[in-house]
């Protein structure tokens, strides 16, 4: 399923100013996401690489983002919590369409 540009900025704008663009970067760079055919060229499934280990997006985001979270909050101490949960609930809705 390939998402329409428009969908993209729509979604995105939820956050919007809300969110750390230096914890979206430490994200993008360090959680990996790898995206299979299963039985189908249009069925693509997204995980991503956490710790060396595959997680299914869809239908774990909340489990992730408690485990990104976890991951993260010690690297940024400058930014509050909230900022950076909301970071990586952005970063996965967007991975995860």
Known sequence: MKILKEEKEEILKKYHGETSEKVLNHLK?????????????????????????????????????????????????????????RTVKKYLNVLEN
Do not use: A, T, W
């Not at 299963?38 to 280990?53: G, H, R």
């Open 29 to 85: 760079r360090n959680y990996q996401v790898v995206s299979n055919h299963l039985f189908e060229p249009e069925n693509i499934i997204n995980f991503i690489n956490i710790n060396d280990k595959n997680y299914m997006i869809k239908g774990n985001r909340k489990f992730l983002v408690g485990k990104i979270f976890e991951l993260v909050v010690d690297k940024f101490p400058d930014i509050s919590e909230d900022v950076i949960r």
